[in-house]
């Protein structure tokens, strides 16, 4: 549901509140990996990050009336504001969305506080989950990314059955 705490949230860029996250989640993460062992705590934050990211996905669909690959190519500008990504599109299409990510702020923010395995979990591991709670019926291909040491992160989006679509138009 959204309301005016949604609306002020997104005034505030993605990157920051990846920051934000970071900072937050980061000692929470060192303590309780003390207690309970690091591999089960990151474990369990990259099953919530996967679920808030489709739970979010959903939430895109209910907010731009349609779940086609071109709805989600507009959606694009809200992760790339104040100059977070560097991008370069490749193919754009109903049935693909094909770009690379040439630079990436969010790795270089992760990278500077020491973060990049957490970075990974918090920013890298939401995107194939985003696009399932999106539309089921989209897969991703992002065969490496930048915090994983790439050159650049290359993404592929592609409609699974192009002939015989789900998809809500609107």
Request: aromatic fraction near 6%.
């Amino acid at each position: 549901m959204n309301d005016t705490r949604d609306i002020e949230l997104n005034e505030v860029g993605v990157l920051k509140r990846r920051e934000i996250e970071a900072r937050i989640l980061a000692p929470l993460v060192e303590a309780l990996g003390s207690e309970f062992g690091r591999e089960r705590v990151l474990q369990i934050v990259r099953e919530t990050i996967v679920g808030i990211a489709k739970d979010q996905g959903r939430q895109l669909v209910q907010i731009s009336g349609s779940n086609s690959l071109q709805q989600f190519a507009v959606v694009l500008p809200s992760w790339t504001k104040e100059g977070a990504l560097e991008i370069e599109v490749l193919a754009e299409s109903e049935d693909e969305l094909r770009f690379n990510v040439t630079r990436c702020r969010y790795a270089e923010m992760y990278e500077s506080l020491g973060l990049s395995e957490l970075g990974a979990v918090l920013s890298c591991g939401r995107d194939a989950a985003l696009i399932e709670g999106f539309n089921s019926n989209i897969s991703l291909e992002r065969p490496q990314t930048i915090l994983g040491g790439a050159s650049h992160c290359g993404f592929h989006y592609a409609r699974r059955n192009p002939a015989s679509s789900g998809d809500k138009e609107s």
